[in-house]
């Protein structure tokens, strides 16, 4: 039950760390989503399954990853118009940011489904909400809510 609730907690943190930086206006706004859903994203991983210092370089790995995933829509993939296949790439790359979670027991194929679970939901959420709160919102909460997938 403990359990149950970190992971809520700090996946509503994410939703608002997530939204708070999509708002902007103040230096350091992009740093919020891309540090602090990053390392609310380990803390999840950590809730779940104990952390151990010899897998120092995996977790590192996993921050760098996120917060590479994190920067950006990838909107290039039209011209710079944001559509479906840029929310897909966004979630999916979302997912595939915990690749170096393998050397820590997370197995491969868990990784990839719950890369396309992100992949999905995010696409789904962008192009049907229309809401800008919702939006970001449920990208954060989605983002740090889905790391128990990894551990199944």
């Given at each position: 039950m403990v359990k149950i609730l970190?992971?809520?907690?700090?996946?509503?943190a994410c939703g608002i760390a997530y939204?708070?930086?999509g708002l902007g206006g103040f230096k350091g706004a992009k740093l919020?989503?891309?540090l602090g859903c990053s390392l609310l994203a380990l803390g999840v991983f950590?809730?779940?399954?104990s952390p151990q210092i010899r897998h120092i370089w995996s977790y590192l790995a996993f921050l760098v990853?996120?917060?590479g995933a994190l920067s950006t829509y990838h909107d290039y993939l039209n011209?710079?118009?944001e559509n479906w296949l840029c929310w897909f790439a966004t979630g999916l790359f979302y997912g595939l940011a915990a690749?170096?979670?393998i050397w820590c027991g997370v197995h491969w194929y868990l990784i990839i489904a719950r890369a396309i679970f992100l992949a999905i939901s995010i696409m789904w959420l962008r192009g049907k909400t229309g809401k800008v709160f919702k939006e970001e919102f449920f990208s954060g909460l989605l983002?740090?809510?889905s790391i128990p997938i990894l551990l199944l």
């Open positions: 970190w992971v809520l907690g700090l996946s509503v939204h708070v930086a919020i989503r891309r950590f809730a779940l399954k990853l996120n917060y011209r710079g118009e690749l170096p979670l983002y740090c809510g």
